[in-house]
């Protein structure tokens, strides 16, 4: 998906703005059952070593795909926290 987002979109806000609508759209259920990607997380957590370092991989990977998206804004100073 991100990697779909920097071929299809040229400006970081507009890739940014598809993260927050995805997010937007989704609340509703995220706030009903929790988030999908933590329960994910959770499950493959409980599998072998390789699957639970690939779970402990999803959410800092949206954070670094944010944190590049700011920067590339401009925002280099605070790209970090707006990331998290």
């Known amino acids: 998906m991100l990697s779909d987002w920097e071929q299809e979109v040229s400006?970081?806000?507009?890739?940014?703005?598809r993260?927050?609508?995805i997010l937007i759209v989704n609340q509703t259920k995220i706030k009903k059952i929790g988030c999908p990607l933590e329960t994910l997380s959770t499950e493959l957590a409980k599998l072998d070593q390789t699957e639970r370092n690939d779970a402990n991989d999803i959410f800092p990977l949206y954070a670094r795909w944010l944190k590049v998206q700011f920067r590339q804004l401009n925002r280099m100073v605070d790209a970090d926290c707006l990331a998290g």
């Open 11 to 17: 400006y970081p806000r507009e890739r940014i703005g």
């Open 19 to 21: 993260f927050i609508d």
